[in-house]
């Protein structure tokens, strides 16, 4: 049944409304032979969905203004779902959903850019964890990756939401500070990291 532009609106994201008023513009100017776009939506139940939108102008008014539009509305909700699970998991590690080798080689690129233009410093620490490969042997792969994403935990708990925490493969991690630019601070970081990580 016909809906209004208000009533689009407000079932709209609020996020998505910037990109679909562009597209639409776009459309109503002749510059795109239709509309399209992909947006979320508020479901009857109040949840937000995925939805590919495609459309088409039927009629103006007068004077020239859009009046009116048909088209469709499809739930995409499951393949934006599979798109970012393949997205996260070309970028992060699955046993411990830290950022992997790739993710960490891209956000250092970024930080030695910064650092360079700004004339800084940064730290970065790689860690390993002692004995490991015996907790593997003594009592199996899965006491160790249950080392793995404990240590992971801890690690985190040492840091701030700006520093990135890798795992680049094993039980080696890498730990990229950008904001931390003097070695007095790094040492100390290192040995509250130290004391975390030796705690039974």
């Given at each position: 049944?016909?809906?209004?532009?208000?009533?689009?609106?407000?079932?709209?994201?609020?996020?998505?409304?910037?990109?679909?008023?562009?597209?639409?513009?776009?459309?109503?100017?002749g510059e795109s032979p239709y509309y399209e776009c992909e947006a979320r939506m508020r479901h009857k139940?109040?949840?937000?969905?995925?939805?590919?939108?495609?459309?088409?102008?039927?009629?103006?008014?007068?004077?020239?203004?859009?009046?009116?539009?048909?088209?469709t509305h499809q739930d995409i909700t499951h393949r934006k779902v599979q798109e970012e699970t393949f997205?996260?998991?070309?970028?992060?590690?699955?046993?411990?959903?830290?950022?992997?080798r790739t993710l960490l080689a891209d956000r250092l690129q970024q930080a030695l850019l910064v650092a360079?233009?700004?004339?800084?410093?940064?730290?970065?620490?790689?860690?390993?964890?002692?004995?490991?490969?015996?907790?593997?042997?003594?009592?199996?792969?899965?006491?160790?990756?249950?080392?793995?994403?404990?240590?992971?935990?801890?690690?985190?708990?040492?840091?701030?939401?700006?520093?990135?925490?890798?795992?680049?493969?094993?039980?080696?991690?890498?730990?990229?500070?950008?904001?931390?630019?003097?070695?007095?601070?790094?040492?100390?970081?290192?040995?509250?990291?130290?004391?975390?990580?030796?705690?039974?």
């Open positions: 049944e016909p809906i209004s532009i208000q009533t689009w609106m407000r079932l709209s994201h609020p996020d998505d409304l910037g990109l679909s008023d562009k597209l639409l513009k776009q459309h109503f100017s139940d109040g949840h937000w969905v995925w939805v590919l939108d495609r459309g088409k102008l039927a009629t103006r008014t007068a004077d020239g203004a859009p009046l009116m539009m048909y088209g997205r996260r998991s070309a970028h992060h590690d699955q046993l411990t959903g830290l950022p992997n360079n233009r700004e004339k800084t410093r940064l730290t970065l620490m790689f860690i390993d964890i002692d004995g490991f490969k015996g907790v593997n042997d003594t009592y199996g792969h899965e006491a160790g990756d249950l080392v793995l994403r404990s240590m992971a935990r801890r690690l985190q708990s040492c840091i701030r939401a700006s520093d990135t925490l890798a795992r680049i493969g094993g039980d080696e991690f890498v730990l990229l500070l950008p904001d931390l630019r003097d070695a007095p601070s790094a040492l100390a970081l290192a040995a509250k990291i130290l004391n975390e990580a030796s705690r039974p």
